[in-house]
């Protein structure tokens, strides 16, 4: 499969602490995107890495990427409640003609 | 702000009816994608769609499937015969670019097969 798998599935943390969550995936690519679904909703884009990069910010987001090991990590410093979602890491198929999403974390953020 | 529609919002339906599900993406968008989720389960591909044609489908999207772009603006889902296992959450998505473009997601139609 080309999905990726995040770790963990499930992480609970009180606010304004840090989140940091994981993606593991098996091809080559030439980017990764995050995205975040709040509970029943789409899924919203966070932010994309590309292959050359190492390391991105956007806010309170920080994402890293390792090519050798194939994982990616997404860091949300000073948690708020309202980041409580599921997040999830998507890389693009063999063709590009599709994404493939990972199996998500479960953030919960206690006020 | 664009974003992309999705039509209805939920939908139940018996065993063996036709369901077409129906999405208006991002108007100068050019590529179009399904998705589904099946509650608490993961996002899973089912077939992208670019000039008129389907680009590429996974195992789930089989001959019950099918997608149409019937107009400028419109891009439909249709499950033929459905079976209780289609029950889910169906997400349209379009991008403006190939491999790289952020998808931009609607909010879902849920289909519930009785």
């Known amino acids: 499969s080309q999905q990726g798998e995040e770790d963990p599935q499930a992480l609970s943390i009180q606010e304004g602490e840090n989140a940091t969550m994981n993606c593991s995936y098996k091809?080559?690519?030439?980017?990764l995107q995050w995205y975040r679904q709040n509970s029943g909703r789409g899924l919203v884009h966070l932010i994309l890495?590309?292959?050359?990069?190492r390391e991105k910010h956007s806010g309170r987001l920080r994402v890293t990427l390792d090519t050798s090991k194939k994982s990616s990590s997404l860091l949300i410093t000073a948690s708020r409640a309202a980041d409580t979602a599921s997040y999830f890491c998507?890389?693009?198929?063999?063709?590009?003609?599709?994404?493939?999403f990972g199996t998500g974390t479960s953030l919960t953020v206690i006020p | 702000e664009p974003e992309v529609t999705q039509t209805p919002s939920h939908q139940v339906t018996q065993m063996g009816q036709e369901v077409i599900l129906r999405c208006v993406p991002i108007?100068?968008?050019?590529?179009f994608y399904w998705y589904r989720q099946i509650l608490g389960q993961k996002v899973e591909f089912l077939v992208s769609?670019?000039?008129?044609?389907?680009s590429e489908k996974s195992e789930i999207f089989d001959d019950q499937f099918s997608v149409e772009r019937p107009d400028g603006s419109n891009f439909t889902l249709k499950i033929r015969s459905t079976k209780l296992e289609d029950s889910a959450m169906y997400f349209c998505?379009?991008?403006?670019?190939w491999g790289t473009g952020e998808l931009f997601f609607g909010e879902g139609s849920r289909l519930t097969v009785l």
């Open positions: 108007s100068n968008h050019l590529y």
């Open positions: 769609f670019y000039n008129n044609e389907i």
């Open positions: 998507a890389t693009p198929g063999d063709t590009g003609n599709q994404f493939y």
């Open positions: 091809t080559s690519i030439n980017n």
């Open positions: 890495i590309r292959s050359n990069e």
């Open positions: 998505a379009s991008s403006d670019r």
